[in-house]
């Protein structure tokens, strides 16, 4: 399945060693993977660490009111509705040629209170009542780059504004060695949240690859312990990162300011190439 959306050209691949499982692309950019059949089956590494955010941040079932920023196939919309009943989901999704091909072709789990709204992220999460939420997702790719206003205080400020008490909001990041772009977005965020740990695989801290950073924050202690646990035990080991380790990752960078910010970095020829690997 093939058709052009408003970001490009967008397909779904379905996935031949399991049935009723797709992969979305835009531009040939992986996007999402969706198991209609399993919604606990999820691809990428990062949506895997995501999911243990999710797993973590309250008790086991306990329904949830989510903000996505970012939709795709609506994977993680899927999970929560599955292994939270109950819970209260809102996607924004800015292209909306991409948001009707995956309602025509790969529809929402019966019963799933999941609404989806064609809306600017940003836009949308400002345009939000204050403390209406338990968590907010920013996972708002233009293609493979992270658009420079979803970079900036003003947009952690807005995800702030919107949790409640001892909410938690989630963040999905990709770059490389020297890690700029990522020291900024853990300045950013600091300088919003009381609280922040790093999730990421070892060899894309150390440079050796780009990849994924999942980043947690929220005004309560984070379930650090828990996630290092999990996320320790997955098929690619990552490294939960916090306290001095994450300031000294941190280093001297600067929040971003809106008139500073920059998109994420372009993924290098051949990153974002394997079906299985982390994706934005």
Same mark, same amino acid.
């Given at each position: 399945?093939?058709?052009?959306?408003?970001?490009?050209?967008?397909?779904?691949?379905?996935?031949?060693?399991?049935?009723?499982?797709?992969?979305?692309?835009?531009?040939?950019?992986?996007?999402?993977?969706?198991?209609?059949?399993?919604?606990?089956?999820? %691809?990428? %590494?990062?949506?895997?660490?995501?999911?243990?955010?999710?797993?973590?941040?309250?008790?086991?079932?306990?329904?949830?009111?989510?903000?996505?920023?970012?939709?795709?196939?609506?994977?993680?919309?899927?999970?929560?509705?599955?292994?939270?009943?109950?819970?209260?989901?809102?996607?924004?999704?800015?292209?909306?040629?991409?948001?009707?091909?995956?309602?025509?072709?790969?529809?929402?789990?019966?019963?799933?209170?999941?609404?989806?709204?064609?809306?600017?992220?940003?836009?949308?999460?400002?345009?939000?009542?204050?403390?209406?939420?338990? @968590?907010?997702?920013?996972?708002?790719?233009?293609?493979?780059?992270?658009?420079?206003?979803?970079?900036?205080?003003?947009?952690?400020?807005?995800?702030?504004?919107?949790?409640?008490?001892?909410?938690?909001?989630?963040?999905?990041?990709?770059?490389?060695?020297?890690?700029?772009?990522?020291?900024?977005?853990?300045?950013?965020?600091?300088?919003?949240?009381?609280?922040?740990?790093? @999730?990421?695989?070892?060899?894309?801290?150390?440079?050796?690859?780009?990849?994924? $950073?999942?980043?947690?924050?929220?005004?309560?202690?984070?379930?650090?312990?828990?996630?290092?646990?999990?996320?320790?035990?997955?098929?690619?080991?990552?490294?939960? @990162?916090?306290?001095?380790?994450?300031?000294?990752?941190?280093?001297?960078? $600067?929040?971003?300011?809106?008139?500073?910010?920059?998109?994420?970095?372009?993924?290098?020829?051949? $990153?974002?190439?394997?079906?299985?690997?982390?994706?934005?």
């Amino acid at each position: 399945m093939t058709r052009t959306v408003d970001h490009g050209l967008a397909r779904l691949l379905p996935d031949l060693d399991h049935a009723n499982a797709w992969l979305l692309t835009v531009e040939d950019a992986p996007q999402s993977y969706v198991n209609l059949a399993d919604p606990h089956h999820l %691809e990428f %590494e990062y949506v895997r660490r995501i999911a243990h955010v999710l797993d973590t941040v309250a008790p086991k079932g306990q329904p949830l009111d989510v903000l996505h920023l970012g939709g795709g196939a609506l994977t993680l919309p899927r999970y929560v509705a599955a292994t939270r009943p109950g819970s209260r989901q809102r996607v924004i999704e800015a292209d909306g040629g991409l948001a009707d091909l995956v309602a025509g072709h790969l529809p929402r789990p019966p019963g799933a209170d999941i609404t989806v709204q064609v809306d600017d992220a940003l836009a949308a999460v400002t345009a939000s009542p204050e403390s209406s939420v338990d @968590v907010v997702i920013a996972d708002v790719y233009g293609g493979s780059r992270i658009p420079a206003h979803m970079t900036t205080l003003d947009c952690a400020r807005a995800c702030a504004r919107v949790l409640r008490r001892g909410g938690v909001h989630v963040a999905n990041l990709a770059d490389a060695q020297p890690l700029t772009f990522l020291r900024s977005q853990l300045a950013t965020l600091g300088a919003v949240f009381a609280e922040t740990c790093l @999730v990421a695989e070892p060899a894309m801290l150390r440079g050796r690859r780009f990849g994924n $950073a999942v980043l947690v924050a929220g005004d309560a202690p984070l379930p650090v312990a828990e996630l290092a646990r999990r996320a320790a035990a997955d098929a690619f080991p990552a490294r939960t @990162v916090d306290g001095e380790a994450l300031a000294r990752l941190t280093g001297n960078a $600067a929040p971003v300011t809106t008139d500073a910010a920059l998109p994420s970095p372009r993924p290098p020829r051949g $990153a974002l190439g394997q079906f299985a690997s982390s994706a934005g």
